[in-house]
């Protein structure tokens, strides 16, 4: 069983910024494009950046471009997530997941692992 294992949630203001984390197994991490999704309240989960095992190719969701920042480092295993400029509107629950593939995709159907989730609040 594969486990990714995400941090950084909290509790921040807007115009705030966070960092979440989300940590996999080495064997797979350097192999797999790594995305970031997110959850709000009522809503489908939505993509919203990945990362190719090298870096190479990234992709941004329209939502969060400009503000949030993807990045890897491959020997600690971590993929980041950097917000900043946080509006209440990306208040929801933050998933790490990983594709076997070698283009990001933007479907949740492309990756077959995910992590449990962290909470991102933001307040008005």
């Known amino acids: 069983q594969v486990q990714l294992a995400e941090s950084g949630g909290g509790l921040v203001q807007a115009g705030g910024s966070l960092r979440l984390s989300c940590a996999a197994p080495?064997?797979?991490?350097?192999?797999?494009?790594m995305g970031w999704f997110r959850q709000a309240p009522g809503k489908e989960r939505e993509f919203l950046s990945g990362?190719?095992?090298?870096?190479?190719?990234?992709r941004y969701a329209d939502s969060v471009k400009g503000r949030f920042t993807i990045s890897r480092d491959n020997a600690k295993n971590t993929v980041y997530l950097q917000m900043n400029s946080l509006k209440p509107e990306d208040t929801g629950v933050y998933y790490c997941?990983?594709?076997?593939?070698?283009?990001?995709?933007?479907?949740?159907?492309?990756?077959?692992?995910w992590g449990q989730g962290t909470q991102v609040t933001v307040s008005s």
């Open positions: 080495e064997g797979m991490f350097r192999s797999y494009v």
């Open positions: 997941a990983a594709a076997w593939t070698n283009l990001v995709r933007t479907t949740q159907s492309a990756y077959a692992y």
């Open positions: 990362t190719s095992w090298d870096g190479g190719s990234i």
